[in-house]
């Protein structure tokens, strides 16, 4: 998750990351990208990765922080402050190597059922978070984006979020999208409801819906900013060989990484294998090559 400051410790001294084994699952081919990588980063890529041929979008499944934090005998706040930092080194390995959209899950929908305190310390560290990070979005080209049930977060976190969106619209190097109070399941249900609605008012038809049509309709594409591409490339860190609940329908042809890393031990290193994976996939569509 992506988390600011503990309340029981402002800079925390965080241990050197250290290497972890891995393993890495196939999946089906991807969504087509819409570009590989600007020409001017290409000088930039570490050995190993080719300009032509990166994701144009990655998407991550954060995890890992408390298990990382009770391993050091330390309470799970001490992870996500680590975890922070992670997700900060891969948005800048993200805009340094040119890939163009990064989408972190940071609070699922069915987090809304752990303790009430522990929920209410984490809206203040998501509101903490977007607020300190808005001058360097501004310096650095990054455009925000929150996805998820909004309705149900601090009016102050709605606010803040709504303040940063705006404020980066105009941002075109990176786009970065946390999904906050975010479900898979629930996107593609309100997507149906508001296709329904149009069916209803008579401004569509059944027969027109397709699934162009459907994909507006998500978190992911409405709004006043440019379509996203569906997510190249989909990580999960800590072991887990799951979604949880994550862009269901956006991953369909997403490629899959899975890593026994711990979400604040993810660094350059465990982030250019995932891509160097991603490159060495043959990826076909569904389509059979000749």
């Known amino acids: 998750m992506l988390l600011s400051q503990s309340p029981a410790a402002t800079h925390p001294q965080l241990p050197t990351s250290s290497s972890s084994s891995r393993r890495t699952h196939r999946s089906a081919p991807p969504c087509p990208r819409a570009g590989a990588a ?80 522990e929920v209410d ?65 629930r996107d593609v249900v309100q997507a149906c409801r508001s296709l329904a609605e149009k069916v209803r008012a008579g401004l569509l038809s059944p027969e027109d819906i397709d699934e162009s049509l459907f994909a507006g309709e998500l978190e992911t594409s409405r709004g006043s900013y440019e379509l996203l591409p569906c997510p190249d490339l989909l990580i999960r860190t800590s072991g887990e060989l799951r979604l949880s609940n994550f862009l269901l329908w956006q991953s369909a042809y997403s490629e899959l990484f899975f890593t026994d890393t711990l979400w604040p031990d993810f660094g350059e290193a465990d982030y250019l294998e995932a891509l160097c994976s991603f490159q060495s996939r043959d990826r076909r569509f569904g389509r059979r090559n000749l």
């Open 121 to 185: 310390f984490l809206m203040g560290l998501f509101e903490r978070v977007i607020n300190d990070s808005v001058a360097e979005f501004l310096r650095d080209g990054i455009r925000l984006r929150v996805i998820g049930d909004c309705s149900r977060l601090p009016a102050s976190l709605q606010r803040t979020a709504r303040e940063a969106e705006e404020a980066t619209r105009s941002n075109s190097q990176l786009d970065l999208t946390l999904a906050i109070s975010y479900s898979g399941r």
């Open 38 to 117: 600007p020409a001017a980063a290409a000088s930039l890529l570490p050995p190993g990765l080719r300009a032509e041929s990166l994701p144009r979008h990655v998407a991550v499944v954060m995890d890992g922080n408390s298990r990382w934090a009770r391993a050091r005998g330390m309470p799970s706040a001490f992870g996500h402050e680590a975890g922070r930092h992670a997700l900060e080194e891969t948005v800048r390995l993200s805009r340094a190597w040119g890939i163009r959209a990064l989408t972190a899950f940071a609070f699922s929908h069915e987090n809304w059922s752990r303790p009430k305190l």
